[in-house]
């Protein structure tokens, strides 16, 4: 089951649960606006090259769309469809005034030069200013993109619509980004995964933990879950994976990965199949990379007692029933990896503002959020009868479909 089918599907049985109309389901399911443009660029040697770029606007009843833009060379419309709805359920259960969107070109940004780069963003927000916007759309960075990514977009969106920092979050510092936003996500899971153990009479101290991904979510993750006395076994990232059952140098690891641009190579840990990370005995896996890692061929061999979803759409549905039976509990995505769009919103409302938060009341104000939905989510898990996911996913489709029946849009 692909990502949109799977989204849809947990959609539908969260709407069956909430007993919403067959009408205010379809409104809700089918995107506000939908975008794809060519992009045209002369690269380096003189040549033309031409990439399809996406944006999919989906939901702005509860405010402006949000959502990421990422360069890769299998973005394609499902994907970025099933993105852009789970960020407008993202942004309700984490109860920040925004919709959901999510774009991306499809290219292998380690194919382009960073000239490159520049000429395709530039060519992109040129097809796309009139439809993105402070109270519009505002985009971020995401899968190969990043505060770069984002100086170029507000630099030539700024040249059709004057000096609009809000238009893009995860900017550099200088441009108007936030402190706190690069560990923003890896710090959202460490509040997530708090609050979860702390449900079940524990604390992060003392568990064995591991991450599958090591990129700027999973290695926030790992640095903070080490710093609360988690003891992190086994880490993975796109050059390998490593093992160390007494507890990896998460430091020296950090320095390493700087240096060397990856995990391999690094001698405090023992190389493994980079398969079997996932299924690596652990208290807590981290599952911070892409999508459908954990499915029907892992499942039965999982030996964590909790999930946290790290990336997006890592579980697929016949591996949440496995695991579901094997009981296993799972913090869905659309809370666990919401920190990075919550601090975004911080971003924004700072932009909108002119002034700047230091970067303790980000945190401060990060761990209030992700405790509160923690609450919400635990609340409706116990109004419906439904595991975690369900609870995530019915509070944050009941709370867009509110906004939808106030504004008049559901009859």
């Known amino acids: 089951m692909n990502a949109l089918a799977a989204t849809n599907r947990n959609f539908k049985l969260a709407s069956r649960l909430l007993g919403l109309d067959s009408k205010l389901e379809k409104s809700l399911l089918i995107p506000f606006r939908e975008i794809k443009v060519e992009c045209t660029i002369p ?50 259960v984490a109860k920040i005034p925004y919709g959901g969107a999510k774009g991306g070109i499809g290219c292998d940004p380690s194919e382009l030069s960073i000239s490159e780069l520049e000429r395709l963003t530039r060519v992109f927000t040129q097809k796309i200013h009139d439809l993105i916007g402070i109270h519009t759309d505002v985009p971020a960075p995401d899968m190969g993109t990043g505060p770069q990514t984002m100086a170029w977009i507000l630099d030539e969106y700024s040249k059709f619509h004057g000096h609009s920092p809000a238009v893009v979050t995860g900017k550099p510092i200088d441009l108007g980004g936030s402190l706190g936003r690069d560990a923003a996500t890896g710090r959202g899971v460490l509040f997530a995964t708090e609050a979860l153990l702390s449900e079940h009479g524990k604390s992060i101290s003392g568990q064995r933990f591991v991450i599958q991904g090591f990129g700027n979510v999973g290695s926030w993750a790992a640095k903070l879950i080490n ?11 796109v050059t390998g994976a490593i093992k160390n059952k007494n507890g990896i140098d998460i ?13 391999k190579g690094f001698d405090g840990a023992d190389c493994i199949d980079p398969d079997s990370v996932l299924v690596e005995d652990c208290d807590v896996l981290v599952p911070a990379a892409l999508g459908g890692v954990i499915n029907r061929e892992n499942a039965n061999e999982i030996k964590a007692k909790f999930i946290i979803e790290g990336a997006n759409h890592p ?4 591996a949440d029933e496995i695991l579901r039976k094997k009981g296993v509990v799972i913090l869905p995505d659309i809370y666990a990896n919401s920190g990075g769009v919550t601090v975004s919103y911080f971003e924004w409302v700072q932009n909108i503002q002119g002034f700047m938060w230091e970067e303790e009341k980000v945190n401060k104000e990060l761990r209030n959020y992700m405790t509160r939905g923690f609450k919400d989510l635990k609340e409706m898990c116990k109004t419906h009868s439904c595991d975690l996911r369900m609870g995530a996913f019915t509070l944050g489709v009941n709370r867009v479909a509110q906004a939808t029946v106030i504004r008049g849009w559901g009859s």
Not at 83 to 88: E, S, V
Not at 251 to 263: A, K, V, Y
Request: proline share 5%.
């Open 43 to 92: 690269k380096d040697d003189g040549t033309l090259a031409s990439f399809i770029g996406f944006r999919v606007q989906h939901d702005n009843a509860r405010g402006p769309m949000k959502g990421g833009i990422r360069y890769h060379p299998e973005v394609e419309p499902d994907e970025v469809n099933a993105l852009a709805q789970l960020m407008t359920w993202k942004t309700a």
């Open 227 to 237: 710093e609360k006395g988690g003891k992190i076994v086994a880490v993975s990232d």
């Open 251 to 263: 430091s020296g690891l950090l320095e390493h990965t700087e240096e060397n641009r990856g995990i």
């Open 315 to 318: 579980t697929d549905p016949e």
